[in-house]
């Protein structure tokens, strides 16, 4: 035991000593720490949206203040320059403008009332569409009143001295707007699990920071593992016995991943995307485990450090390709189900889906 303890602090400090090694060690956690101590504000509507009221029409006032009391995916800014509007739209500080016109009472009564909004666009927009979409729903919650109301006034069957009848509709009106199944969009997002559906926000997009950890840790092991191999080929264990050279190229293998291991686990505590001790060390343990495992079976594999490296970059786009980091491919090509398994990082990733 104690010749073992020797072994692994020796080797431990020829690996550990490598600089590239250390920088990567030493900028993750400080990479996490400052995306997450800045997270708070990715959690802020994404976009905003200028609103521009030409004139006093009373439907265009009450449109715009619907709008700055939107909840949602957007914030409506209130603008009085309409020049600053349009550079603000130009330089990208705003998604899109709207210009409320000064008679857009009389325009949505008419049956044709196309183009009574102005919106200043930008032409690679892919979201406008959605934003017009929350635009329309809040105007035809405010012009809906005037014409559910006149409308019932038409009926006649309402004594015109009776305003109780149209109070009441209102009220109902008002509780029919704010229920959760009126006027609002459902937003999917595609990602490693598939199609989600999300609540009410479009969000941000989230870096895998997970499976790319899971890579690096697979990556150290492997480095550990080629570092093996040179030591092998420079006549370092030539004094040493089969058994106790198995044993080395294990602990190669297994203490730079380990180490990367520690580091990734501080990092999602970090970013808060820390399940739960017991689970993130077996699942941790594991992945240590099978990389020292795989890099093991790649030593018998290449025989020699050269070639060993050559399959690095192949090892690495197989990562990224088919284990689920960025993408599910196995949900898109069928085949790779089964090429997928052939990397060490899906078995972990695998867990947390």
Known sequence: MKKFITWTGIISKHLLKNPLLLTLMLLIPIICLIAGANKSESDEPAYKVGVYTDGNDETSKELADRLYNYKGSYIFVEYNDLDRMYRDVKNTTLVSGYILPDDLTSRTADLDCRGSIKVISQPSSSIQGSINEIVYSELIAVQGKSIITSHINSLG?????DTEHIDRLLAYYEEYLNSDVTFHLIYNTYGIDGLKESDDAIGTIAFPVRGILAVLIFLAGLFGAITYMRDCEKGVFSPVGAGYRRLCAVLYAAIPAAAFGIVSLISLALLGQFYGILSELLSMLMLIALTAFFAV??????????????CLPVLLLG???????FINAGNYIPAARFVEKLFVPYYYLELFM
């Open 319 to 325: 990562c990224l390709i088919f284990c689920p980091v």
């Open 157 to 161: 069957i309402f004594d015109e001295n």
């Open 297 to 310: 079976i790649m030593i018998k594999i290449t025989r020699t450090s050269k070639i060993f490296t050559s």
